[in-house]
């Protein structure tokens, strides 16, 4: 409400100003004539002006920083993934009971066009995974989520993931896992409705960071190569990651 009234304080001050300055313009040159036409010319034009400035050069100047935080946005992201999201992806994938078919249908390769990323990205969408936990080392996937507990309140405490609904949900995903799993003093012989729900923890997860893995995949490969290249060979969607440049 202050607001408001602070809005109609300056217009009534601007006006004031203008009718004031029209005035001084009359009583020195007394030609009423001359000020009705540049006043309805400057009328005439306002409406080009309000679109040129308000709507162009706008959403110009909006959409630049949104491509710069975007692009920032990006570089959490990888840290995201360069840290722990990637030992996520190895560790989590071997649970999965379609661990084959994530595999084949995620395999990134460097001929990848925009189609077949759109592809990856639905089919990671619409997939139940389905995760065994008594393929998974729960107390090494605890230990792992702890220790990396600091780097995601870090993550957290950067203003520019609001911009990324998607991967704000993911980092929540992790910290609800890391809290489920921490809370349990041991996490051997669970009861089955027990590991039932951490598996639904583990499939929200898993689901939310293939998404976004494919995602920044993608973005790497439309302007950062080198790091696309490096991605393709070490991501474990393959029969034998490996780092090594091979003819």
């Given at each position: 409400m202050?607001?408001?009234?602070?809005?109609?304080?300056?217009a009534?001050?601007f006006?004031?100003?203008?009718?004031?300055s029209?005035l001084?313009h009359?009583?020195?040159?007394e030609?009423?004539?001359?000020?009705?036409?540049y006043?309805?010319g400057?009328?005439?034009?306002?409406p080009?002006?309000?679109?040129?400035?308000?709507?162009?050069?706008?959403?110009?100047?909006t959409?630049r920083?949104?491509m710069?935080i975007?692009e920032?946005?990006?570089?959490?992201?990888?840290?995201?993934?360069?840290?722990i999201g990637?030992?996520l992806?190895?560790?989590?994938?071997h649970?999965m009971?379609?661990?084959?078919?994530?595999?084949?249908?995620l395999?990134i390769?460097?001929?990848?066009?925009?189609?077949n990323?759109?592809?990856a990205?639905?089919?990671?969408?619409n997939?139940?995974?389905?995760p065994d936990c008594q393929e998974?080392?729960l107390?090494r996937?605890?230990a792992t989520?702890?220790?990396k507990?600091?780097?995601?309140?870090?993550?957290?405490e950067?203003?520019?993931?609001?911009?990324?609904?998607?991967f704000?949900?993911?980092?929540?995903?992790?910290?609800?896992?890391?809290e489920e799993?921490e809370?349990?003093?041991?996490?051997?012989?669970?009861?089955e409705?027990?590991?039932?729900?951490?598996?639904?923890?583990?499939?929200r997860?898993?689901?939310?960071l293939?998404?976004?893995?494919?995602?920044?995949?993608?973005?790497?490969?439309?302007?950062?190569?080198?790091?696309?290249?490096?991605?393709t060979?070490?991501h474990p969607?393959?029969?034998t990651?490996?780092a090594?440049?091979?003819a």
């Amino acid at each position: 409400m202050r607001r408001i009234q602070t809005y109609i304080l300056l217009a009534c001050l601007f006006a004031a100003v203008s009718a004031l300055s029209y005035l001084i313009h009359y009583l020195i040159f007394e030609d009423v004539h001359h000020i009705f036409i540049y006043m309805i010319g400057d009328f005439a034009f306002l409406p080009l002006e309000v679109f040129l400035v308000v709507i162009v050069i706008e959403r110009i100047l909006t959409r630049r920083e949104k491509m710069t935080i975007r692009e920032k946005l990006n570089m959490v992201v990888g840290a995201f993934f360069s840290e722990i999201g990637d030992q996520l992806l190895r560790n989590l994938l071997h649970c999965m009971q379609m661990n084959k078919e994530i595999s084949q249908n995620l395999n990134i390769r460097p001929d990848w066009t925009r189609t077949n990323f759109k592809k990856a990205v639905n089919f990671a969408r619409n997939l139940h995974y389905e995760p065994d936990c008594q393929e998974l080392d729960l107390e090494r996937l605890r230990a792992t989520l702890v220790g990396k507990r600091q780097f995601l309140l870090t993550l957290l405490e950067n203003p520019n993931i609001l911009e990324h609904e998607r991967f704000t949900d993911l980092l929540w995903a992790t910290f609800h896992l890391t809290e489920e799993l921490e809370a349990r003093a041991s996490l051997d012989d669970l009861p089955e409705s027990d590991i039932g729900h951490i598996a639904i923890d583990i499939e929200r997860l898993f689901s939310l960071l293939i998404v976004e893995w494919v995602d920044y995949a993608e973005h790497l490969q439309s302007n950062y190569p080198y790091l696309f290249s490096l991605m393709t060979r070490i991501h474990p969607f393959q029969e034998t990651p490996s780092a090594v440049v091979r003819a």
